[in-house]
T-cell receptor
Framework: SQKIEQNSEALNIQEGKTATLTCNYT??????LQWYRQDPGRGPVFLLL?????KEKRKERLKVTFDTTLKQSLFHITASQPADSATYLC??????????FGPGTRLSVLP | KAGVTQTPRYLIKTRGQQVTLSCSPI?????VSWYQQTPGQGLQFLFE???????NKGNFPGRFSGRQFSNSRSEMNVSTLELGDSALYLC???????????FGQGTRLTVV
């Protein structure tokens, strides 16, 4: 069955450093992959979408890579700030079929 | 443009009762999805509606049901509530396939 894994449930980093979050999937061939941010008690907020034919996508301090051979996406936040502390969720998808979220990684950026 | 609106925001129900939650999607969006979120299970997909038809369904018992109206507003219903149904229920809307989902603030359901 399809499985989505995100690296360690929680990740602590120092302010100013680059945070790298991992999303691995198995038994699945997504056409694209999305990343969301969720703050406690609130709904997820869309951040970035990367398609299978794109190697890398950037938006301000965010960068996402997508390796369909490794079945992996990496999500980077450069120059991290305490305000970046949240849970980050990945969603490998295939044109709306079974929009399943990964378990999430809780990022804490320490001042 | 107004976002996704979920009502009510908070709800307390007794075991055995039933509950109906409402979701108004972003204007023009025809797809509405529902999710259950608990601390131990993360975001679990319940079902997705598109143009009044259920298009996808997650692995939940038949006590969980939903519908979508012609104006794309959606409701989900949970019958015979159990303590384990206590969760944050989130609704998301999207315009077409292959686009991002916009989430509401959620309904916090507590079953006592």
């Amino acid at each position: 069955s399809q499985k989505i894994e995100q690296n360690s449930e929680a990740l602590n980093i120092q302010e100013g450093k680059t945070a790298t979050l991992t999303c691995n999937y198995t038994n699945y061939s997504p056409a694209y992959l999305q990343w969301y941010r969720q703050d406690p008690g609130r709904g997820p907020v869309f951040l970035l979408l990367i398609r299978e034919n794109e190697k890398e996508k950037r938006k301000e301090r965010l960068k996402v890579t997508f390796d369909t051979t490794l079945k992996q996406s990496l999500f980077h936040i450069t120059a991290s700030q305490p305000a970046d502390s949240a849970t980050y969720l990945c969603v490998p998808d295939n044109y709306g079929q079974n929009f399943v979220f990964g378990p999430g990684t809780r990022l804490s950026v320490l001042p | 443009k107004a976002g996704v609106t979920q009502t009510p925001r908070y709800l307390i129900k007794t075991r055995g009762q039933q509950v109906t939650l409402s979701c108004s999607p972003i204007s023009g969006h025809r797809s509405v999805s529902w999710y259950q979120q608990t601390p131990g299970q993360g975001l679990q997909f319940l079902f997705e509606y598109f143009s009044e038809t259920q298009r996808n369904k997650g692995n939940f018992p038949g006590r969980f049901s939903g519908r979508q109206f012609s104006n794309s507003r959606s409701e989900m219903n949970v019958s015979t509530l159990e303590l384990g149904d206590s969760a944050l229920y989130l609704c998301a809307s999207s315009g077409t396939l292959n686009t991002e989902a916009f989430f509401g603030q959620g309904t916090r359901l507590t079953v006592v």
